[in-house]
């Protein structure tokens, strides 16, 4: 048996078989061909590598898991041979000139676009996502990429060296049982999309990794932060004990989902989620958040060869606001730069991509792009309670600039006779150039929201992602908690709302802090609102 220790990053068991994760750099550039026919064949050896895996795969799993489990892979095959899908590829090709792996992204995210503008329909979302997921297959035997996670009728533990944020996200999370990884740390993004999915994960684990382990039983105790495999029959038995009532537990705490998070003595906060996509705002909405107080719109530009269109935009602001109905819901502006990277904003190789052309700094750096967001939010805000928060600012001129390009794209689209409406207008404090001039920033905006995990970064000037720093970082540094205070001071003279959204936010020994501190609202990952809610109606 091998047991090593790693940092918990959601808490909870799993039990189950190790599966290990292979990076595969797949990037989809939009590079044009003289040599269309060139192109056409290679799509159509694609096309038949990729029907006889189907093939291969749906008979595996008709073995493995059962007929109705393989029909996934019969379905798969019938869009494979939709002739309005090849018609689409052809015209790429062939009249547009693409390269045949684009080609198929452009077939496939257009088939997918139409399904998912019907996108409340379930099974019309499942569609959108088939049509993906062939498409991406397809590609993969362009360019001769090994598959990953071919067949897994059976969830299992993923165990990799590291994960990005994107390839997190590109992950069928359906079939995980539980994330460990050997780097990360736990205030990294993608340990916050970890922590979203509710999957008990590890992370920064001193363990070896090595082919050998694929097919081990392992128990990953995200309780304990552990991992052991190949656990004697004893070690199985108590922790599917303790797995069984930490879920009963998990279970009880279901009571506080229709409840208002109130202290004893009547002190009522917002309890609010951070999401990074529709799918998360449901969640969100079914385990009782307020609010979204942190909608990290940036996920919809990761995974893919080109922007998300203003209508694309539009569609998925607007879902999130009428989902949420009277509820607030806060987005904020594209936070790119730093871990999370896409190749088509083209930016360059930087020393320090935290501190570079990140975030609001792309935004004015890049205003045509960034004025794409902006008119797709004004357009959806007309549906709902929005709040625009604009992240990494460090300056007052910087909020005027936003304020201007705001202006500029109200006019056009009123120009349009578009319908607007007035979302309040936000900032994150994350900078400790921020917090110094909250002051003057609080006479601009209409709230504040703390961003306390880039806010301890800059400030301990250690970086988040970094698991060595793990010993030297301190969360509750009176550096970190003094600039939060001045903060807080600052809304509260200018009137204005202020909350936290940082990983701190869920941390119960500084819940009683906060509130006696004087801010409005909390917003933490849905798997952490319940027991929240059940720490803030159980204080004084
Ligand atoms: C933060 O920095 O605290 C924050 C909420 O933003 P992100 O984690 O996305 O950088
Ligand atoms: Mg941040």
Same mark, same amino acid.
């Given at each position: 048996?091998?047991?090593?220790?790693?940092?918990?990053?959601?808490?909870?068991?799993?039990?189950?078989?190790?599966?290990?994760?292979?990076?595969?750099?797949?990037?989809?550039?939009?590079?044009?061909?003289?040599?269309?026919?060139?192109?056409?064949?290679?799509?159509?050896?694609?096309?038949?590598?990729?029907?006889?895996?189907?093939?291969?795969?749906?008979?595996?799993?008709?073995?493995?898991?059962?007929?109705?489990?393989?029909?996934?892979?019969?379905?798969?095959?019938?869009?494979?041979?939709? $002739?309005?899908?090849?018609?689409?590829?052809?015209?790429?090709?062939?009249?547009?000139?693409?390269?045949?792996?684009?080609?198929?992204?452009?077939?496939?995210?257009?088939?997918?676009?139409?399904?998912?503008?019907?996108?409340?329909?379930?099974?019309?979302?499942?569609?959108? /996502?088939?049509?993906?997921?062939?498409?991406?297959?397809?590609?993969?035997?362009?360019?001769?990429?090994?598959?990953?996670?071919?067949?897994?009728?059976?969830?299992?533990?993923?165990?990799?060296?590291?994960?990005?944020?994107?390839?997190?996200?590109?992950?069928?999370?359906?079939?995980?049982?539980?994330?460990?990884?050997?780097?990360?740390?736990?205030?990294?993004?993608?340990?916050?999309?970890?922590?979203?999915?509710?999957?008990?994960?590890? /992370?920064?684990?001193?363990?070896?990794?090595?082919?050998?382990?694929?097919?081990?039983?392992?128990?990953?105790?995200?309780?304990?932060?552990?991992?052991?495999?190949?656990?004697?029959?004893?070690?199985?038995?108590?922790?599917?004990?303790?797995?069984?009532?930490?879920?009963?537990?998990?279970?009880?705490l279901?009571?506080f989902?229709?409840?208002?998070t109130?202290?004893?003595?009547?002190?009522?906060i917002?309890l609010s989620a951070?999401?990074?996509?529709?799918?998360? /705002?449901?969640?969100?909405?079914?385990?009782g958040a307020?609010?979204?107080?942190?909608?990290?719109?940036?996920?919809?530009?990761?995974?893919?060869?080109?922007?998300?269109?203003?209508?694309?935009?539009?569609?998925?602001?607007?879902?999130?606001?009428?989902?949420?109905?009277?509820?607030?819901?806060?987005?904020?502006?594209?936070?790119?730069?730093?871990?999370?990277?896409?190749?088509?904003?083209?930016?360059?190789?930087?020393?320090? $991509?935290?501190?570079?052309?990140?975030?609001?700094?792309?935004?004015?750096?890049?205003?045509?792009?960034?004025?794409?967001?902006?008119?797709?939010?004004?357009?959806?805000?007309?549906?709902?309670?929005?709040?625009?928060?604009? $992240?990494?600012?460090?300056?007052?001129?910087?909020?005027?600039?936003?304020?201007?390009?705001?202006?500029?794209?109200?006019?056009?689209?009123?120009?349009?006779?578009?319908?607007?409406?007035?979302?309040?207008?936000?900032?994150?404090?994350?900078?400790?150039?921020?917090? /110094?001039?909250?002051?003057?920033?609080?006479?601009?905006?209409?709230?504040?929201?703390?961003?306390?995990?880039?806010?301890?970064?800059?400030?301990?000037?250690?970086?988040?992602?970094?698991?060595?720093?793990?010993?030297?970082?301190?969360?509750?540094?009176?550096?970190?908690?003094?600039?939060?205070?001045?903060?807080?001071?600052?809304?509260?003279?200018?009137?204005?709302?202020?909350?936290?959204?940082?990983?701190?936010a869920a941390d119960p020994?500084l819940t009683?802090?906060f509130?006696?501190?004087?801010?409005?609202?909390l917003s933490v990952s849905t798997p952490g609102l319940l027991s929240l809610r059940k720490r803030i109606c159980s204080l004084?």
């Amino acid at each position: 048996m091998i047991t090593a220790k790693g940092n918990t990053v959601q808490p909870g068991i799993a039990i189950g078989t190790i599966r290990m994760y292979h990076k595969t750099d797949l990037q989809i550039l939009p590079d044009k061909t003289k040599d269309t026919s060139a192109e056409w064949k290679k799509y159509l050896q694609g096309k038949k590598e990729a029907a006889a895996q189907l093939k291969k795969m749906e008979k595996l799993a008709v073995q493995k898991a059962g007929r109705e489990e393989s029909m996934i892979f019969g379905a798969h095959q019938m869009i494979l041979s939709d $002739p309005h899908f090849e018609e689409i590829v052809k015209e790429k090709i062939k009249e547009e000139h693409f390269n045949a792996a684009y080609a198929v992204y452009l077939a496939g995210e257009a088939m997918a676009g139409d399904l998912a503008a019907i996108e409340e329909d379930p099974y019309m979302k499942d569609r959108a /996502v088939d049509f993906r997921d062939v498409s991406m297959r397809v590609i993969r035997r362009i360019r001769h990429v090994k598959e990953e996670m071919e067949i897994s009728s059976k969830p299992v533990i993923l165990l990799a060296d590291d994960l990005t944020p994107s390839e997190t996200i590109g992950l069928h999370t359906d079939k995980i049982l539980s994330f460990v990884t050997v780097g990360g740390s736990t205030d990294s993004h993608t340990a916050i999309l970890a922590r979203s999915f509710g999957i008990p994960t590890l /992370v920064n684990t001193e363990m070896e990794l090595s082919d050998d382990l694929n097919g081990k039983t392992a128990i990953v105790d995200a309780l304990n932060g552990t991992i052991m495999i190949d656990p004697t029959e004893e070690q199985l038995q108590k922790m599917t004990a303790q797995k069984a009532s930490y879920e009963k537990q998990q279970e009880e705490l279901k009571d506080f989902a229709g409840r208002e998070t109130t202290t004893k003595s009547g002190r009522t906060i917002r309890l609010s989620a951070n999401v990074g996509s529709l799918t998360g /705002v449901r969640k969100a909405l079914a385990n009782g958040a307020e609010g979204i107080g942190l909608f990290r719109s940036e996920f919809l530009y990761l995974n893919r060869p080109v922007a998300p269109t203003e209508e694309e935009q539009f569609t998925v602001y607007k879902t999130a606001v009428t989902l949420m109905k009277d509820k607030d819901v806060i987005i904020r502006t594209l936070d790119i730069g730093a871990d999370k990277k896409v190749d088509y904003l083209q930016t360059s190789e930087e020393e320090n $991509p935290a501190m570079g052309l990140r975030a609001i700094r792309l935004g004015l750096d890049r205003p045509e792009a960034f004025m794409v967001q902006l008119r797709a939010l004004y357009r959806a805000s007309a549906f709902g309670k929005m709040g625009i928060m604009f $992240p990494m600012i460090t300056s007052t001129e910087e909020v005027d600039r936003i304020f201007h390009l705001m202006d500029t794209v109200k006019k056009e689209l009123v120009a349009e006779g578009r319908e607007i409406g007035e979302p309040k207008v936000g900032i994150m404090i994350e900078t400790p150039a921020a917090a /110094v001039i909250s002051d003057q920033l609080a006479k601009q905006v209409d709230f504040f929201s703390i961003g306390t995990n880039d806010l301890t970064q800059f400030t301990l000037a250690m970086d988040r992602k970094n698991p060595e720093l793990s010993g030297f970082r301190n969360e509750h540094h009176t550096a970190v908690l003094r600039l939060i205070e001045m903060t807080v001071q600052s809304a509260k003279e200018a009137r204005i709302p202020v909350g936290i959204c940082g990983e701190l936010a869920a941390d119960p020994s500084l819940t009683e802090y906060f509130i006696n501190l004087g801010i409005d609202e909390l917003s933490v990952s849905t798997p952490g609102l319940l027991s929240l809610r059940k720490r803030i109606c159980s204080l004084e």
